[in-house]
């Protein structure tokens, strides 16, 4: 059980245009998700939390205006980059809280390249 | 400030050869210390869950310590599919949020 899906896993865009990556949680309800950013060989840095039918919570330093983050249901949320510039691209990572205990549980993960 | 350190940053054993990896942390109130396992190009893969000092937890050739200053993932008799990078978080109780450290990149040699 808890497994966590992201989609697309890779995806090239020019500069400019927007991207949307999904999160879903396939066994288990979600209330909570979270969305980090991974560049090589460092570690996740969280760019913002999301709950269930209210606003995200975004971490200091990043734009809530270009990474929007809507989690419509108890078992998905997406991130999309809007105006992708060439810095944004990266690993994008999510993971789901199943709130039965303390742990996060991860998606494997979107490479994101912008040209 | 809450943070998390890992060492080493890499670490190269011949097949068989056992040995420790370290995370060192500070935070405010432990909620849980989190281990887990990332290969290239995928998430992290969920090993460990630890709550408090003396705790230990065992999962094939992995053993995960906790005290109150640091945790240790013990790796005996790693094989080459044990290769991949070891991260270690931090669940701190004052913002519920947690906190990776930087990984230890495992590679084991046949």
């Known amino acids: 059980g808890a497994v966590v899906s992201q989609h697309p896993s890779r995806v090239i865009c020019k500069s400019g245009t927007s991207v949307k990556i999904e999160c879903r949680s396939l066994d288990f309800q979600a209330t909570t998700m979270f969305w980090y950013r991974q560049f090589p060989k460092q570690s996740l840095m969280l760019m913002a939390t999301?709950?269930?039918?209210?606003?995200?919570?975004?971490e200091q330093g990043v734009e809530k205006d270009k990474f929007l983050i809507n989690h419509a249901s108890l078992t998905l949320s997406t991130l999309t980059v809007t105006s992708a510039h060439p810095e944004d691209s990266s690993f994008y990572i999510c993971s789901a809280d199943r709130g039965l205990e303390e742990t996060q549980y991860f998606g494997p993960g979107t490479r994101l390249l912008v040209l | 400030e809450d943070q998390v350190t890992q060492s080493p940053e890499a670490l190269r054993l011949q097949e068989g050869e056992s040995s420790s990896l370290n995370c060192s942390y500070t935070v405010s109130g432990l909620r849980g210390l989190f281990w887990y396992r990332q290969d290239p190009g995928k998430g992290p893969e969920f090993l460990f869950t630890?709550?408090?000092a003396g705790e230990e937890k065992e999962k094939e050739r992995l053993k995960a310590t906790l005290t109150k200053k640091e945790s240790f993932l013990h790796i005996t008799a790693p094989k080459p599919e044990d290769s991949a990078t070891y991260l270690c978080?931090?669940?701190?109780?004052?913002?519920?949020?947690?906190?990776f450290g930087k990984g230890t990149r495992l590679h084991i040699l046949p």
């Open positions: 999301s709950n269930e039918g209210s606003k995200a919570t975004y």
């Open positions: 630890l709550y408090s």
């Open positions: 978080a931090v669940r701190a109780a004052r913002d519920d949020k947690i906190i």
